[in-house]
């Protein structure tokens, strides 16, 4: 995993184009193998956000930016 993850990472780094991984490293082994293989992240986002506070969030942008969706298709984003 960690090789595919470096290839990875050093396409973008050749072509000059930022990237994110998510949801990746998992254990401390994984973060310390990516460390080893020159691979140093600048930041790291954490979002621990309830499923329901989230989907709610997404469903309020879009009324408020008054999107095309109908309401049927609004209520869909909350399930």
Same mark, same amino acid.
């Given at each position: 995993?960690?090789?595919?993850?470096?290839?990875?990472?050093?396409?973008?780094?050749?072509?000059?184009?930022?990237?994110?991984?998510?949801?990746?490293?998992?254990?401390?082994?994984?973060? /310390?193998?990516?460390? $080893?293989?020159?691979? %140093?992240?600048?930041?790291?986002?954490?979002?621990?956000? &309830?499923? =329901?506070?989230? /989907?709610?969030?997404? $469903?309020?942008?879009? %009324?408020?930016?008054?999107?095309?969706?109908?309401?049927? &298709?609004? =209520?869909?984003?909350?399930?």
């Amino acid at each position: 995993m960690i090789d595919l993850v470096k290839k990875q990472v050093e396409q973008f780094e050749k072509e000059h184009t930022s990237w994110v991984i998510e949801g990746f490293p998992r254990t401390k082994v994984q973060a /310390l193998a990516l460390q $080893k293989s020159g691979i %140093i992240p600048d930041r790291f986002i954490l979002l621990n956000v &309830e499923r =329901e506070a989230s /989907l709610s969030q997404v $469903k309020n942008n879009l %009324i408020a930016a008054k999107t095309a969706f109908s309401e049927e &298709e609004l =209520e869909q984003v909350a399930e």
